[in-house]
């Protein structure tokens, strides 16, 4: 397998604060490397020293003599004036029209990431951030390369862009080289994990499971090292006060299994007591829409005499495609827009927080410690009771840096310290745009975290798949057609649906002025009270069935502590199939229940 890049000794710091400190690595062929750490840690760096963009202040960086490749960074600028067609197009010297329209590969990129519609003759000066990396993501991957370089390559794509970049570098032979925080497509993409840390780079094998496996048993070899290397300081000292040591025989340790990690790690949370808790601080109702229309200012008509009742303890994950909607409809149920036409109902009880994509809420003057102090000192989540240095802890700011000052944190910071501030304020109800922007893994993991277990009412809006799925219990998509359709697949059913879609040429929303036709005949909608009737119906079963679930897990733990009594066995055996029996019967209303939220 042919080196591509090689690293040797490679050394690089800012003013006083060294990124990188001899580093050696290697790139071969056909590698698909995964690149994670802390914002700031030095992944963009490594990326250009890599590329050659960036010189090391000491060691030697050597790239194989026919290297062929791209790199497309946050710092990557298109030539101003220039088109999409001049960027994309024109370098791969095709002469007529026809001939790259002809190349599926090229096709398949300008569809892929959405740069088709933007229209290949469109000048890229007036285009937003988003739009100039997709064009430049697509100059890079329509060419013949030996390795690709990328620089959060799912920022600016929504979960059907991701899937589908996902999938097209897989299905590349060239080597690849990514930064990303996004743990779905790192999983999915990367064969290789390099974390820049303390200005290394730790090497593991695999994608995001792997490395978070492997993680979690170096640090625990970690800790055996340090016990022993602290029984024998204390052993030493025992020698010095006593005189001879006595003979004993040094601790064994059994090296576990990657599954024995987690044998004794509870569930992520209790769904019944989170939403019997959440019943109790907010009521029946948080906040309903009914009959409501909504049309975004192109035009396109958004909602059209929908009914959407949310209620306490939902935990709702909200996709779609990007211009779908989705920010607008967020606002609408914060209150922040007037629907167009129906209702909204806000309960009594509910203290809403929204988290937008506009950081124009931070106080400037403040340190960031005061900046989350001016919200609250103490805050009280779910299980959890912090002070307001602990949550900013936990959210990526350490002692060290809670009292830099607001206006000198970097854009992922202030992300950040936005979200801290929003949990200090205690709400029940969170609605989330885009909470994952500029955050690194391991804060991400600290909010899922924070997340499991929070007692509330949450609809976040996101293109992190990994995100919605940890800490989501449903999902609900906008297709275009003027309602907001329940995916009880999940994402996985919203891509199918997506690619039906797709394969029948129905309009999506993005760029239509009409409600889209709709894929297949639809059952007739549920009326208010039905679909109200159907929630408290499905709110009683989902309770009954984990009764059920509590039931079985007792007979089973009777049935193995029974041993050789065979009356006791038989009459436990019977006891838990008349139990499985009753779930198959709860599961199957549970089913018609949800059609006709579905229907509403």
Same mark, same amino acid.
């Given at each position: 397998?042919?080196?591509?890049?090689?690293?040797?000794?490679?050394?690089?710091?800012?003013?006083?604060?060294?990124?990188?400190?001899?580093?050696?690595?290697?790139?071969?062929?056909?590698?698909?490397?995964?690149?994670?750490?802390?914002?700031?840690?030095?992944?963009?760096?490594?990326?250009?020293?890599?590329?050659?963009?960036?010189?090391?202040?000491?060691?030697?960086?050597?790239?194989?003599?026919?290297?062929?490749?791209?790199?497309?960074?946050?710092?990557?600028?298109?030539?101003?004036?220039?088109?999409?067609?001049?960027? $994309? &197009?024109? /370098? #791969?010297?095709?002469?007529?029209?026809?001939?790259? +329209?002809?190349? !599926?590969?090229?096709?398949?990129? %300008? @569809?892929?990431?959405?740069?088709?519609?933007?229209?290949?003759?469109? $000048? &890229?000066? /007036? #285009?937003?951030?988003?739009?100039?990396?997709?064009? +430049?993501?697509? !100059?890079?991957?329509?060419?013949? %390369? @030996?390795?690709?370089?990328?620089?959060?390559?799912?920022?600016?794509?929504?979960?059907?862009?991701?899937?589908?970049?996902?999938?097209?570098?897989?299905?590349?032979?060239?080597?690849?080289?990514?930064?990303?925080?996004?743990?779905?497509?790192?999983?999915?993409?990367?064969?290789?994990?390099?974390?820049?840390?303390?200005?290394?780079?730790?090497?593991?094998?695999?994608?995001?499971?792997?490395?978070?496996?492997?993680?979690?048993?170096?640090?625990?070899?970690?800790?055996?090292?340090?016990?022993?290397?602290?029984?024998?300081?204390?052993?030493?000292?025992?020698?010095?006060?006593?005189?001879?040591?006595?003979?004993?025989?040094?601790?064994?340790?059994?090296?576990?299994?990657?599954?024995?990690?987690?044998?004794?790690?509870?569930?992520?949370?209790?769904?019944?007591?989170?939403?019997?808790?959440?019943?109790?601080?907010?009521?029946?109702?948080?906040?309903?829409?009914?009959?409501?229309?909504?049309?975004?200012?192109?035009?396109?008509?958004?909602?059209?005499?929908?009914?959407?009742?949310?209620?306490?303890?939902?935990?709702?994950?909200?996709?779609?495609?990007?211009?779908?909607?989705?920010?607008?409809?967020?606002?609408?149920?914060?209150?922040?827009?007037?629907?167009?036409?129906?209702?909204?109902?806000?309960?009594?009880?509910?203290?809403?927080?929204?988290?937008?994509?506009?950081?124009?809420?931070?106080?400037?003057?403040?340190?960031?410690?005061?900046?989350?102090?001016?919200?609250?000192?103490?805050?009280?989540?779910?299980?959890?009771?912090?002070?307001?240095?602990?949550?900013?802890?936990?959210?990526?700011?350490?002692?060290?840096?809670?009292?830099?000052?607001?206006?000198?944190?970097?854009?992922?910071?202030?992300?950040?310290?936005?979200?801290?501030?929003?949990?200090?304020?205690?709400?029940?109800?969170?609605?989330?745009?885009?909470?994952?922007?500029?955050?690194?893994?391991?804060?991400?993991?600290?909010?899922?975290?924070?997340?499991?277990?929070?007692?509330?009412?949450?609809?976040?809006?996101?293109?992190?798949?990994?995100?919605?799925?940890?800490?989501?219990?449903?999902?609900?998509?906008?297709?275009?057609?003027?309602?907001?359709?329940?995916?009880?697949?999940?994402?996985?059913?919203?891509?199918?649906?997506?690619?039906?879609?797709?394969?029948?040429?129905?309009?999506?929303?993005?760029?239509?002025?009409?409600?889209?036709?709709?894929?297949?005949?639809?059952?007739?909608?549920?009326?208010?009270?039905?679909?109200?009737?159907?929630?408290?119906?499905?709110?009683?079963?989902?309770?009954?069935?984990?009764?059920?679930?509590?039931?079985?897990?007792?007979?089973?733990?009777?049935?193995?502590?029974?041993?050789?009594?065979?009356?006791?066995?038989?009459?436990?055996?019977?006891?838990?199939?008349?139990?499985?029996?009753?779930?198959?019967?709860?599961?199957?209303?549970?089913?018609?229940?949800?059609?006709?939220?579905?229907?509403?």
């Amino acid at each position: 397998m042919a080196n591509l890049v090689n690293l040797e000794s490679v050394s690089k710091s800012f003013g006083v604060r060294q990124l990188l400190d001899g580093v050696s690595l290697g790139v071969n062929e056909g590698d698909r490397i995964g690149v994670v750490g802390l914002n700031g840690g030095g992944k963009t760096t490594l990326l250009e020293i890599i590329a050659g963009i960036e010189p090391p202040d000491s060691g030697r960086v050597s790239h194989n003599r026919d290297l062929n490749f791209a790199v497309v960074t946050q710092r990557s600028e298109l030539p101003k004036g220039s088109t999409i067609r001049q960027n $994309v &197009i024109e /370098p #791969l010297g095709f002469d007529a029209e026809h001939e790259w +329209a002809a190349d !599926a590969k090229v096709r398949s990129v %300008l @569809d892929g990431l959405g740069v088709s519609e933007l229209g290949l003759d469109t $000048v &890229i000066d /007036p #285009l937003s951030g988003g739009e100039r990396r997709r064009v +430049a993501l697509a !100059a890079a991957l329509v060419r013949d %390369l @030996d390795l690709v370089i990328l620089d959060e390559p799912t920022n600016h794509l929504d979960v059907e862009g991701v899937q589908w970049l996902a999938d097209h570098l897989r299905g590349r032979r060239c080597g690849l080289v990514v930064v990303t925080h996004d743990r779905w497509f790192l999983d999915t993409v990367c064969t290789r994990t390099w974390e820049v840390v303390g200005g290394g780079v730790e090497q593991y094998e695999g994608g995001y499971a792997d490395w978070i496996f492997a993680r979690a048993e170096r640090a625990r070899l970690a800790a055996t090292l340090e016990e022993k290397r602290q029984n024998l300081a204390r052993k030493e000292l025992a020698w010095l006060r006593r005189g001879a040591p006595a003979r004993t025989s040094k601790p064994r340790f059994r090296i576990e299994a990657a599954e024995a990690l987690i044998a004794d790690v509870p569930p992520l949370r209790d769904s019944v007591e989170l939403m019997s808790f959440a019943k109790r601080r907010l009521g029946k109702t948080v906040i309903d829409i009914e009959d409501a229309t909504l049309r975004i200012p192109d035009g396109r008509t958004l909602l059209e005499h929908t009914t959407w009742l949310v209620g306490p303890g939902d935990r709702v994950g909200l996709v779609g495609v990007n211009g779908s909607g989705k920010t607008t409809l967020l606002r609408a149920l914060a209150g922040e827009r007037e629907l167009d036409g129906g209702t909204r109902k806000q309960g009594q009880t509910v203290r809403l927080a929204h988290l937008s994509q506009e950081l124009h809420d931070l106080p400037m003057n403040m340190r960031v410690l005061e900046a989350v102090e001016d919200v609250a000192r103490r805050v009280v989540l779910g299980k959890y009771e912090l002070s307001a240095s602990q949550l900013a802890e936990r959210m990526g700011f350490p002692a060290s840096r809670q009292w830099t000052p607001v206006s000198d944190l970097s854009g992922g910071e202030r992300r950040r310290l936005q979200l801290t501030r929003l949990l200090m304020s205690e709400p029940n109800v969170l609605l989330l745009d885009e909470p994952t922007n500029d955050l690194d893994i391991d804060t991400l993991q600290q909010l899922e975290d924070l997340l499991d277990s929070w007692p509330g009412t949450m609809i976040v809006v996101s293109h992190d798949r990994y995100l919605v799925e940890r800490v989501c219990d449903n999902v609900v998509a906008l297709f275009g057609d003027g309602r907001i359709t329940k995916l009880v697949g999940g994402i996985e059913e919203y891509l199918k649906r997506r690619a039906a879609m797709r394969e029948a040429g129905i309009a999506t929303s993005v760029g239509s002025g009409t409600v889209a036709p709709r894929a297949v005949a639809e059952k007739p909608r549920s009326s208010a009270a039905e679909e109200r009737a159907a929630r408290k119906e499905l709110s009683r079963l989902e309770r009954k069935l984990a009764q059920l679930d509590s039931r079985a897990a007792k007979i089973e733990e009777k049935l193995a502590a029974a041993g050789s009594d065979v009356d006791k066995l038989v009459e436990l055996d019977a006891e838990l199939r008349a139990v499985k029996s009753e779930q198959a019967e709860v599961e199957e209303q549970w089913m018609a229940a949800a059609e006709v939220v579905e229907a509403g």
